[in-house]
């Protein structure tokens, strides 16, 4: 962790020996960090990309609402994933505005005590509340909860498309992505580093260079499989001379692909994206 540590120093600014920040690019143990983060006036946390960001949460744990001069104040980006959740308990910032990062230090070093101890309650109820614990048991209890509506709608498996619809919306399309998965639809499911021997049937091939034959479509597929056993599948089909035609209006190769998927796997339906 890198750590930048500001001081009051009686030296005059610009004089020699002045140093009022200290630049600690080294580990620090946890204890050590725990007791800056209690003496510290202010936290910058300036994440251009983070996720949840366990310094701001750590930083107001820390914090005594007691002290004279109140607790410290969170400085926080609002590209942090703890802004959705300490956005009102801290000064939140644009780190890529300069101008705004500056006036956020400048307001949290001078906020008067009642603002501070007003900003530090709202943080600290929020991570007293939502911890770790919390979060065990409300997943606990999600899972134990008696059968309802609401559960089977969060926890329903795909439905198979309606045919009609798809047909309808595939002939008037005039360019379309077709996402397929390979494994539990064409093939059996399988693990990520699989490499198993099963292989597309005669059916499948023909199916895949039809779609492939139509100009209009573009074919994504997706599977958990090595590199190596996708080109050889994709070989199998690929060979296939199939003459470069639009499908016609009865799109028969949809038909026959939605007719044998459920078939090869009852819980999962083909993702496609008609444009």
Not at 126 to 148: M, R, V
Not at 180 to 199: C, E, Q, R, Y
Request: glycine share 6%.
């Amino acid at each position: 962790m890198v750590c930048l540590a500001c001081k009051c120093s009686p030296r005059r600014p610009g004089s020699p020996g002045w140093t009022p920040i200290l630049y600690l690019d080294q580990a620090i143990e946890f204890d050590e960090m725990v007791a800056l983060y209690a003496v510290a006036r202010a936290c910058i946390v300036s994440s251009l990309r983070d996720g949840m960001n366990l310094v701001s949460y750590e930083y107001v744990a820390c914090q005594d609402d007691q002290a004279d001069m109140g607790p410290g104040v969170l400085i926080l980006s609002e590209f942090a994933g703890a802004a959705q959740a300490l956005g009102a308990g801290c000064v939140m910032v644009n780190p890529f505005n300069i101008e705004d990062l500056a006036r956020a230090i400048s307001e949290a070093i001078e906020m008067p005590v009642a603002q501070r101890t007003e900003l530090h309650a709202y943080a600290s109820r929020y991570i007293n509340k939502h911890t770790s614990q919390a979060w065990a048991q409300n997943f606990l209890a999600e899972l134990e909860a008696p059968d309802s509506e609401e559960l089977r709608r969060r926890t329903a498996h795909g439905h198979p498309l309606p045919l009609a619809k798809v047909v309808e919306a595939y002939s008037n399309a005039t360019r379309r992505l077709l996402v397929l998965s390979v494994g539990g639809t064409f093939l059996p499911a399988t693990g990520a580093t699989a490499n198993d021997d099963t292989t597309l049937t005669l059916e499948q091939r023909q199916l895949l260079a039809k779609l492939l034959a139509d100009p209009a479509n573009t074919v994504l597929l997706t599977s958990g499989r090595s590199r190596a056993r996708m080109d050889e599948l994709s070989a199998s089909f690929a060979s296939l001379a199939v003459e470069r035609t639009p499908l016609g209006p009865s799109a028969s190769v949809l038909q026959m692909y939605a007719e044998m998927a459920p078939a090869m796997a009852p819980a999962m339906a083909p993702e496609m994206v008609l444009s």
